[in-house]
C-alpha cells in the first residue's frame, strides 16, 4: 500500500511513561475513505496512541503519519482537517451547548450550518442550555455533532458512545455510515462491538500496547473457529480424531463442536456420511474474536 | 448524618500533607514572631518604648490592630495575629469548599452519595474536619506562646482567638458551598466574606472608629486582646455567627438538589459568538477578573479615606519608627500619610500578585479537565491557546492595580501621584505571573502548589518569615520584586531600571514557560 492512501499510517509506535510502557511498537494503518475499528482492553494503549496522533504527546520511537504530515511539527497545520471526539467530553460551563459546538467548529476550519440543524434535530439536543446542566450524554452530543457538522477529512472517535442511549446510538450509527459514504475517513475505537461490526470495513485489535490483528472482519473470521451443531441419523466417531475440530459435545443424536476454518469442508465431509438431518453453523462474532484476546492477556500477565 | 465519620476518614487521607502542614505552619508563626522580639527588645523598658512609638503611628495600626498590652506577649500579638487571621481564614475557607463543592462539582460525591452516606454528611464531615484543624491550630499556638514563658491564660486566650476565626470562615465556606453551583464562585463568595472583615478591621483600626471592629469576625477576635483583659466573652459573637451559619447551611443543603445550586441558570444563547482562543478564554477568565477589579476598587476607596485620618506629622525618634520610614520611605523629610501611602500601594500590589497566579491556574484547570484539548486538536498552537490566557492575566492585573489605585487617589485627595504608585506594581505583579507561566510550562502537576506558595512566600517572608527564621529583613528583602521599585509617592525619584529589569525577569520567566508548553505532553 502506498502512504498516500492511508490516512492514518503508524509503525513501531512507542511510548513510555517512567517504568510503564504503554505502546510497545504499536502498528496502525487506516486507508481513506475507511472507517476503521480501533479494539483493545482497557489500558491497551488505545487513548495513547490517539493522543499521539493529535499532538498532544510525542512519541519515543516509531513513525507516525498522519494525512501525510508529522502529527507533532504539523499538529496546527493538519487539525484543520481533523474532527476529535473524547470519550470523556468535558465543556466550558460558562458556554451553552450551541456556543460550543460553533467554538469547535471556528477553530476547526468551519461548519456546515445546515447539518449542524439537521444534527441537532437528529440527536435531540438542546442548544441553549448551559454546558454545567448537560448530562454525560448530552455532552458526548455536543462534541459529536460539531465533529459530524465540520468539515473535516478524518473523525477521530475515542469510544464516542459511552454516554449514549440505544436511541442515539442508533443515530450514531446512522451519522457515521452517511460520513463514509460522503467519502471521509473514521478512525472508531470502542467497546460496543456491535457497533464497530456494524460500522467498520477493518479492525485492529491492539493488547499491552502492540497490535495482535489487523485486517477486515472477514479476514479475521477466517483465523477462528466455525460453531457447528448437527443432527444426525447415525453416530459419527471419527469426529473427535478429526485435526481442526475442538469441544465435541454429544447429547443424544446431536453433536455439537468449534472447527478451525481450514478444516470445515472434512468435517461436513464425514458428517454427511453419517447423514445430516439438520445443521447449524455460526461464524465468530466478534465478540469471540475479542474475548479470545482479552483472555490470552489474562493469562500473559 | 449517616457516614460522617467515614467521610472524615477519607478527609484525613486525602489531607495528610496539606493539612499538617498549615497547622504547624499557622501554629508556630506566634511564637517563631515571640521568639525574634525577644532576642530584639532584652528589657521590658525597650519594649514598652517600641509599644509607644506604633501607638502613635495609625498607618501600621491599621494593618496590625491596636496595642492593647505593651508587653512582650502584648507586641507579639500585635505584631502577627491579624497575619494568622487571614491566613487561617483563608486557608478553611479552601479546605472546606475543597470537600464540599468541588466533590459534587467532580462528580465524586455522586459516588460516595449512592452509597450509605447521609445528606448532610460531606458537609457535616468537611466542617467537622476543618473545626477541628482549626482547634489544633490555636492549641499549638498557645501552647507555643507559654513555652515563650508568656501567661498561660492569655496564651489560651489568642489561641481560642486564632482558632474562632478559623472556625467563622470555615462555616462561612460551608454556606456559600450550598449557595452556587461552581467551587470557584463558592471561593470567591467566602473569599468576599473574608476581606470585607479584613477591610471593617482595618478601617476601624485605622480610623481609630473602633465600633467597626465589632462588625467583623476578624475584629472580635482582635477584641480578645490577649495579654491585656483576655476577654473570651467577645467569641460568644464568633459562636454565635458560626451556629447561624451552619444551621443555615444544613437548612439549605436539606431542601436543594445533589451537584445543584440555589441560584439558577438560565438559557442562553443557541449560536456562538465564541469563536477563537483568545475570545474562550476571555469568557473563562472575565469572572475571576471583574471580581478582581471590584474588589480592588472597593479596598482603594477604604485605604484613601484612611488617608486623611492620619496625621502628617509624627514622631521619628524612636528606633521603631526609624525603620519604619527606612522601610516606606525614601528619606528623612517624608510625612507619615505619604509614607501610608506607599504602603498601601506596596500592599495592593502584594495581594493583586494572587490573581494572575489563580488566572495561569485556570489556564491549568481547562488543561486537566481536556476541555484545552477539546480546543488543541482543532487548528489552535498552543502558545495561540496559552496567549489569551496571559493577555488576560497581565492586562487585567494592570486593570486591578488602576482600579485601585484610582480609588485610592481619589478618595485620598491626590489621584494622580497615588494612581502612579499603584500601577508602578504592575512589573513585580508580572514576575510572579512569570513564575506561575514557568511552573505551568515546566512542572505542570506541582503549579498549583507552587502558585500558591510563591504568592505566600512573596507576602510573607521579606518582614515575617524571613525575620523569624534569623534572617535579617536587608536581606530578606532581595528576594521580594515589589522591594525593589522606586518610592516614588514617599520622597524617591522614578527610576525605569528597576521597572525594565523586573519587566524583564517577568518576560523571560514566561518565556521560558512557555517553550516548556510547547515541549511538553498535554495531559
Not at chain 1, 510525542?58 to 511539527?73: F, K
Request: aromatic fraction near 6%; charged fraction near 20%.
Amino acid at each position: 500500500m502506498k502512504t498516500s492512501d492511508a490516512a492514518i499510517a503508524v509503525t513501531g509506535l512507542r511510548k513510555t511513561f517512567g517504568a510503564t510502557v504503554a505502546l510497545d511498537g504499536l502498528d496502525l494503518r487506516v486507508r481513506e475513505g475507511e472507517v476503521h475499528g480501533f479494539l483493545g482492553p482497557n489500558g491497551a494503549g488505545k487513548s495513547t496512541t490517539i493522543r499521539i496522533l493529535l499532538g498532544l504527546m510525542r512519541d519515543d520511537g516509531g513513525e507516525a503519519v498522519l494525512l501525510g504530515g508529522d502529527p507533532w511539527r504539523d499538529a496546527t497545520a493538519l487539525h484543520r482537517r481533523i474532527a476529535y471526539v473524547p470519550g470523556d467530553v468535558n465543556l466550558w460551563p460558562q458556554l451553552t451547548g450551541g456556543e460550543a459546538i460553533d467554538l469547535l467548529g471556528a477553530v476547526r476550519g468551519g461548519l456546515d450550518k445546515t447539518r449542524r440543524a439537521e444534527l441537532l434535530d437528529l440527536f435531540e439536543l438542546d442548544p441553549r442550555k448551559r454546558s454545567r446542566t448537560y448530562s454525560k450524554g448530552n455532552r458526548q452530543k455536543v462534541a459529536l455533532v460539531a465533529a459530524f457538522a465540520s468539515n473535516a477529512e478524518l473523525l477521530v472517535l475515542d469510544e464516542p458512545t459511552s454516554g449514549l442511549d440505544p436511541l442515539m446510538e442508533a443515530v450514531f450509527q446512522r451519522c457515521v455510515t452517511a460520513e463514509r459514504d460522503r467519502g471521509r475517513t473514521v478512525l472508531l475505537s470502542s467497546h460496543i462491538l456491535s457497533e464497530v461490526e456494524a460500522l467498520c470495513e477493518r479492525v485492529s485489535i491492539i493488547r499491552n500496547g502492540r497490535t495482535v490483528e489487523t485486517g477486515t472482519l472477514d479476514d479475521l473470521r477466517h483465523l477462528t473457529r466455525t460453531a457447528v451443531t448437527a443432527t444426525l441419523a447415525a453416530p459419527a466417531p471419527g469426529l473427535t480424531a478429526l485435526p481442526g475440530v475442538h469441544d465435541v459435545t454429544t447429547d443424544g443424536d446431536t453433536v455439537a463442536f468449534q472447527v478451525d476454518d481450514g478444516h470445515l469442508e472434512a468435517a461436513m465431509t464425514l458428517l454427511a456420511g453419517a447423514g445430516i438431518r439438520g445443521i447449524t453453523s455460526r461464524p465468530p462474532t466478534l465478540e469471540q474474536l475479542f474475548l479470545r484476546h482479552y483472555e490470552s492477556e489474562a493469562t500473559v500477565r | 448524618m449517616t457516614g460522617t465519620l467515614r467521610l472524615i476518614r477519607l478527609i484525613l487521607r486525602r489531607e495528610r500533607v496539606l493539612a499538617p502542614l498549615w497547622i504547624l505552619l499557622l501554629g508556630s508563626l506566634s511564637a517563631g514572631q515571640a521568639a525574634r522580639y525577644a532576642r530584639t527588645f532584652t528589657s521590658d523598658a525597650t519594649i514598652a518604648d517600641f509599644a509607644t512609638e506604633m501607638t502613635g503611628n495609625k498607618a501600621l495600626l491599621a494593618f496590625s490592630g491596636q496595642v492593647y498590652a505593651p508587653t512582650l506577649a502584648g507586641m507579639t500579638v500585635w505584631k502577627i495575629a491579624d497575619t494568622v487571621f487571614v491566613l487561617i481564614g483563608l486557608v478553611t475557607v479552601l479546605t472546606v469548599i475543597r470537600h464540599t463543592r468541588t466533590e459534587e462539582e467532580t462528580g465524586r460525591a455522586e459516588l460516595l452519595g449512592s452509597g450509605v452516606v447521609g445528606r448532610a454528611a460531606p458537609l457535616a464531615a468537611a466542617l467537622g474536619f476543618t473545626w477541628t484543624a482549626s482547634l489544633l491550630t490555636g492549641l499549638i499556638t498557645a501552647l507555643g506562646m507559654i513555652k515563650q514563658g508568656f501567661d498561660a491564660e492569655g496564651s489560651l486566650a489568642f489561641g481560642l482567638a486564632v482558632a474562632a476565626v478559623g472556625i467563622v470562615f470555615a462555616a462561612v465556606a460551608g454556606l456559600a458551598a450550598q449557595l452556587t453551583d461552581g467551587a470557584r464562585t463558592a471561593v470567591g463568595l467566602a473569599g468576599l466574606a473574608l476581606g470585607v472583615g479584613y477591610v471593617l478591621r482595618f478601617l476601624a483600626d485605622g480610623s481609630g472608629r473602633e465600633w467597626l471592629k465589632w462588625l467583623s469576625p476578624q475584629g472580635w477576635s482582635h477584641l480578645v486582646k490577649p495579654y491585656a483583659t483576655d476577654d473570651l466573652t467577645v467569641l460568644g459573637l464568633s459562636l454565635a455567627l458560626t451556629t447561624a451559619l451552619t444551621v443555615g447551611a444544613f437548612a439549605l443543603r436539606a431542601r436543594r438538589d445533589l451537584g445543584a445550586g440555589l441560584l439558577a441558570q438560565k438559557p442562553g444563547p443557541a449560536d456562538g459568538r465564541v469563536r477563537s482562543p483568545l475570545a474562550l478564554a476571555w469568557r473563562v477568565q472575565r469572572g475571576l477578573l471583574a471580581g478582581w477589579v471590584t474588589g480592588f476598587a472597593v479596598a482603594g476607596v477604604a485605604f484613601g479615606a484612611l488617608a486623611s485620618a492620619i496625621p502628617g506629622l509624627a514622631d521619628k525618634q524612636g528606633d521603631s519608627m526609624r525603620e519604619f520610614f527606612e522601610r516606606y520611605a525614601d528619606n528623612g523629610h517624608t510625612d507619615l500619610v505619604d509614607t501610608y501611602l506607599w504602603l498601601m500601594a506596596l500592599s495592593l500590589g502584594y495581594v493583586c500578585a494572587l490573581y494572575p497566579l489563580l488566572a495561569v491556574l485556570r489556564m491549568r484547570a481547562e488543561e486537566t479537565t481536556g476541555r484545552a484539548e477539546l480546543l488543541l486538536t482543532g487548528a489552535v498552537a498552543r502558545l495561540r491557546w496559552a496567549a489569551g490566557h496571559l493577555l488576560i492575566a497581565t492586562l487585567g492585573s494592570a486593570a486591578i492595580l488602576t482600579a485601585g489605585g484610582l480609588a485610592m487617589g481619589a478618595v485620598a485627595g491626590d489621584p494622580w501621584r497615588v494612581l502612579g504608585a499603584v500601577v508602578l506594581q504592575v512589573p513585580a505583579v508580572w514576575v510572579l505571573a512569570g513564575i506561575g507561566v514557568l511552573a505551568f510550562g515546566l512542572l505542570p502537576k506541582a503549579a498549583g502548589w507552587i502558585c500558591w506558595g510563591a504568592f505566600l512566600f512573596v507576602n510573607l517572608f521579606g518582614e515575617i518569615l524571613g525575620p523569624i527564621v534569623g534572617i535579617p529583613y536587608a536581606t530578606s528583602k532581595a528576594v521580594i520584586p515589589f522591594l525593589y521599585l522606586p518610592k516614588v509617592i514617599s520622597g524617591g525619584e522614578f527610576s525605569a531600571v528597576p521597572v525594565l529589569g523586573l519587566t524583564v525577569l517577568a518576560v523571560a520567566l514566561t518565556a521560558a514557560g512557555l517553550a516548556g508548553l510547547r515541549r511538553r505532553a498535554i495531559v
